[in-house]
């Protein structure tokens, strides 16, 4: 019997993990996350970010890929290695002094909210036609990423309306931080060596698009400016449509081969598609 891993070809999740555009809506997560301060300052003294930004966007990036389109051995090792980092490190409240632990079940639920519902949104916006139900399957389905890291899925929200419930009941929490603008700065100039100003500037309009797809009450909390929205609307769907031009041989084995390796094992069945997306 064939392994399809967590999810499958026949989820919401497997043909929305594969659009082009869940590279903004990666970044506009971390925007997101960035507003928890136990969360982020988690973050800031435990990552190094700072000195390898490209590694640390790859190794969020291929988590998601693993658990999404590896086989259920490869979700499950990946996750317990998460699992393991998340128990070992601590950090402290700048704001209280107490200590946070990696793996308090409430930050793990802001990440997990703000991941998934960042991707679906922005990857919504891009074009990519997803029905209210499909959302709400979506939202469902993510629940067995929630239980990756250690969350009872029964307590993570399952459907669009609980997922606006839970952001309603967390924003009180939420507010703009030293770290949080650490955060910001970081994700719209990456590189801090000097020679790297030309890769810096080529990014950037990235960047701040990913920024400004940010739900207008999380924008106000960062109290930084966005692209006006028609431009927001223009840049998803041009970045979106630049990236399927690419052929499925390329846009499916760079910068990870997960989904190809996926179809390899699956078959081409397997090979995320808009008409299967219709069909669920």
């Known amino acids: ?53 490209l590694g640390r966007l790859m190794r969020t990036g291929n988590f998601v890929a693993t658990t999404t389109y590896g086989t259920t051995t490869e979700a499950e090792s990946a996750a317990e290695r998460v699992r393991r980092v998340h128990r070992t490190l601590r950090a402290t409240d700048p704001r209280t002094g107490a200590e946070i632990r990696l793996d308090d079940p409430d930050l793990l639920c802001w990440v997990h909210c703000a991941e998934v519902a960042s991707f679906a949104s922005v990857v919504r916006r891009a074009g990519f036609a997803l029905t209210e139900a499909q959302l709400d399957r979506y939202f469902e389905e993510q629940r067995r990423a929630a239980a990756l890291v250690g969350l009872d899925p029964a307590g993570v929200p399952g459907s669009s309306r609980e997922m606006a419930v839970y952001f309603e009941q967390v924003r009180p929490e939420l507010r703009r931080t030293d770290d949080s603008d650490l955060v910001y700065r970081f994700l719209h100039q990456p590189f801090a060596p000097w020679w ?44 979106r449509a630049a990236g399927l031009a690419v052929p499925d041989q390329l846009r499916f084995r760079f910068p990870g081969d997960h989904v190809q390796r996926a179809v390899d094992r699956l078959g081409k069945t397997a090979l995320p598609s808009i008409k299967t997306l219709a069909h669920l």
């Open 1 to 53: 019997m064939r392994d399809e891993g967590l999810f499958g070809p026949q989820t919401v999740t497997w043909q929305l993990h594969a659009d082009p555009a869940m590279w903004v809506a990666g970044i506009c997560s971390l925007y997101l996350q960035a507003l928890h301060p136990r969360a982020v300052a988690a973050v800031v003294q435990n990552s190094r970010f700072r000195d390898d930004p």
């Open 196 to 239: 790297l100003l030309p890769v810096n500037l080529g990014y950037l309009p990235l960047g701040h698009l990913a920024y400004s797809a940010l739900p207008g009450w999380a924008r106000k909390l960062h109290g930084r400016p966005a692209y006006p929205a028609a431009l927001v609307a223009a840049g998803l769907c041009g970045f």
